[in-house]
């Protein structure tokens, strides 16, 4: 009897996550640049299983958020449409302290695809 309550109890913690290891607050910070230096007004975004935080880059190019963790991080990279420079999506695991993370952005778009069914290729033109 003893020996199941123990297994439902280790069960439990697997469940909730709980075993996954410790949150901790970290700070994340870097800096945006693109093919002409610094890129200002850039919406960072930074996202874990346990919080999300937003913060736009100053005149140098730089963001700091503070962030609760448990080792994961996504990164959301939104410069201005009129800078005509690519979004970046981007997955850091093993976060164990603070982080710099910089990014380099270059002339483009981020484009994501859909195909219409299972299977089938999408069909398209695309007009700029």
């Known amino acids: 009897?003893?020996?199941?309550?123990?297994?439902?109890?280790?069960l439990l913690l697997l469940a909730t996550?709980?075993?996954?290891?410790?949150a901790a607050t970290v700070t994340v910070s870097g800096v945006i640049t693109g093919p002409n230096g610094p890129v200002p007004n850039v919406s960072?975004?930074?996202g874990s299983p346990l919080d999300w935080q937003e913060d736009s880059t100053d005149a140098g190019g730089a963001y700091s958020v503070p962030?609760?963790?448990d080792g994961?991080?996504?990164?959301?990279v939104r410069?201005?449409?009129?800078?005509?420079l690519a979004q970046v999506n981007h997955y850091r695991s093993g976060v164990t302290?603070?982080?710099t993370q910089d990014f380099t952005l270059t002339q483009g778009h981020l484009l994501r695809l859909r195909p219409p069914a299972a299977g089938v290729p999408h069909h398209g033109r695309s007009s700029v």
């Open 97 to 99: 302290g603070n982080v």
């Open 1 to 10: 009897m003893r020996m199941w309550r123990f297994l439902i109890g280790v």
């Open 67 to 69: 962030i609760e963790t």
């Open 44 to 46: 960072v975004g930074v």
């Open 79 to 84: 410069p201005d449409v009129t800078t005509r």
């Open 72 to 76: 994961e991080l996504w990164f959301s």
């Open 17 to 22: 996550g709980l075993a996954a290891g410790p």
